[in-house]
Nanobody
Framework: VQLQASGGGLVQAGDSLRLSCATS????????MAWFRQAPGKEREFVAT???????HYAASVFGRSTISRDNPKNTVYLRMNSLTSEDTAVYYC???????????????????WGQGTQVTVSS
């Protein structure tokens, strides 16, 4: 099973960005997928999650300016973030877990599969 995150880069404050996470080896159409991020010197933190029914949940820090979505036929999950600030600078990781529950999982330990991360740097 592989999760391949992409779409990161260097952007200006106020810009938007869309991250993608493509899965291979198995489908997670009946599972949870999420984005986490980790800034230098900080712990990995939850950003957004989407369950198998399409329900979404966001961290307060990105709520209202971010959208997580999934394309099951393409085995891909996306994270669009608007109004980026320097506080959004981090390595962004996608994660997945097989589950038919409709809860929202916000802790790293609740996910079984992880991508390699993609760097997002926001310059002010």
């Amino acid at each position: 099973v592989q999760l391949q995150a992409s779409g990161g880069g260097l952007v200006q404050a106020g810009d938007s960005l869309r991250l993608s996470c493509a899965t291979s080896g198995r489908t997670f159409s009946s599972g949870h997928m999420a984005w986490f991020r980790q800034a230098p010197g900080k712990e990995r933190e939850f950003v957004a999650t989407i369950n198998w029914r399409g329900g979404t949940h966001y961290a307060a820090s990105v709520f209202g300016r971010s959208t997580i979505s999934r394309d099951n036929p393409k085995n891909t999950v996306y994270l669009r973030m608007n109004s980026l600030t320097s506080e959004d600078t981090a390595v962004y990781y996608c994660a997945a877990v097989e589950s038919r529950y409709t809860d929202y999982r916000t802790r790293p330990g609740e996910y079984d599969y992880w991508g390699q991360g993609t760097q997002v740097t926001v310059s002010s």
